[in-house]
């Protein structure tokens, strides 16, 4: 019995430059979650790896490099990824799914791309599959495969995450081919969610849309039973928690001490997209500053953002807003000596990741939607015996765990400034006590114990769902 992890990235990526082959380590995040299962189970991993290539030679070495560590590349060719990828997961589930809905196109030819990807992932399953192995399978790309898997091997049992929201039955409607989604998803035993009301959503649509009687969480396809429950991702909260005791760390966040003395250090952390509400962000904090002239001089934005699906259209043109409108603040108030916005367009490593949340006053994390949104729970972690404050959006999943942080509309240009102002007057106690509170909860749901829960129950709702269909 194997379990199997599909999802759409590998987490190795192989690079070609000038016809030298490279790796690189991807996805963090659920690879330590998995990481745990290793111990338990013969585990194998299903992804694109990240190169297209048709060089016979050049995928030989690739599948000799993956299958040496359980990892199995499925192949595509250029035309039907970027359907399927920058077509319609990326321009049509990922802005409606996160309520972006006038940025969601509907193409057809994107929405073939989408089938014959996820049957590519099912065609390089079956090589390696039998009745008794668990397939876990990740995130809006692959929301066809549990049905396909289910046709080919019948009482295997299935498992789906879903990364992002599910939304409202009132945005979900709006996809043309939203049946074929849910029938899709419809063939895993379990489907998990970050919270519970994506998962009340879920279930709604299946309800309406589908016509299947929802009995508490589960409804039946055909004879099977079929689950859906909230299981909130998390951290690995050791690492955070542990990392400011690292000497790399110390001296880094010495280094910030020194160049921002006497000044308040605001961060965020995201990837660049608009879903992020990173413009929101930066107009709360113009606002902060147009109504606290005190404060100016005295504290600075960090902005760490991480370069992401550089290809689509309007991932561009919010990278030259946000350059723009960060540009606009800085001519607005900024000094010979004192920016008020530092912008960073890159990706940073560990030691300067945990050293600039350990030196953050303020986390300020406004997305617009966000399924989870780890960053948040990932400067809490980090906090030990330190103050700060988190000011997160209400719309973040993250918001229904950390109740402790100020939550904000980042619609409310106003309300962001108003939480900058009373994190900024809190006392170090309530800081504390704040803080305290939050790392309880993040250290209950740490990312090993998120995905041994899943597995949990994804065992024993498959053994369920098996009696049902011999009953
Ligand atoms: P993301 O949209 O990528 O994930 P998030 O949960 O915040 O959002 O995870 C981002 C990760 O990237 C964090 O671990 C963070 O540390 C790292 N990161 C971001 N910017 C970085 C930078 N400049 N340098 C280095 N590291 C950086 C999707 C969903 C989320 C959901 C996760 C997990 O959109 O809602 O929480 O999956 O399910």
Known sequence: ???????????????????????????????????????????????????????????????????????FPVWFSQKVYKGFYNGFSNKTLWPLFHYFCQYAQFDDGHWQSYIKANQAFCQRLLENADEEDIFWIHDYHLMLLPQMIREKLPHVKIGFFLHIPFPHFEVFRLLPRRKEILKGLAGADLIGFHTQQ????????????LGYNIDGG?????ERTVKARSFPMGIDYKKFS???NEADVIAKVKEYQKEYKGKKIILSVDRLDYSKGIIQRLKGFDRFLEKNPAHRKKITLLELIVPSRVGVPQY?????????????????????????????????????????????????????????????????AV?????????LSEFAGAAQQLRESIIVNPNDINEIAQAIETALNMSV????????????VVRKTDVKQWAEEFIDQLRISAVQAESTLHS
């Open 1 to 71: 019995m194997k379990l199997q992890i599909v999802s759409n990235r590998l987490p190795i990526e192989i690079k070609k430059n000038k016809d030298k082959l490279s790796t690189k380590q991807t996805s963090g995040g659920l690879a330590t979650g998995l990481s745990g299962l290793r111990q338990a189970y013969d585990m194998v991993w299903t992804g694109w790896p990240g190169i297209h290539t048709s060089i016979a030679e050049e995928r030989a070495k690739i599948e000799g490099f993956m299958a040496k560590r359980n990892l």
């Open 198 to 209: 994506y998962t009340d959503y879920f279930l709604h649509c299946v309800g309406q849309m």
């Open 218 to 222: 589960n409804f039946a396809d055909k």
């Open 242 to 244: 542990e990392c400011a």
């Open 316 to 380: 561009q043109r919010l990278k030259k807003e946000i350059d723009e409108f960060s540009g606009k603040i800085n001519g607005k108030y900024g000094t010979p000596f004192w920016m008020p916005v530092r912008y960073f367009y890159r990706s940073v490593d560990f030691t300067i990741l945990c050293a600039l949340y350990y030196s953050a006053d303020i986390a300020l994390i406004t997305p617009r939607r966000d399924g989870m949104n780890l960053v948040a729970k990932e400067y809490v």
């Open 383 to 391: 906090h030990q015996n330190r103050p700060g404050v988190l000011i």
């Open 429 to 440: 106690e309530e800081q504390e006590a704040r803080m305290e509170a939050m790392q309880a």
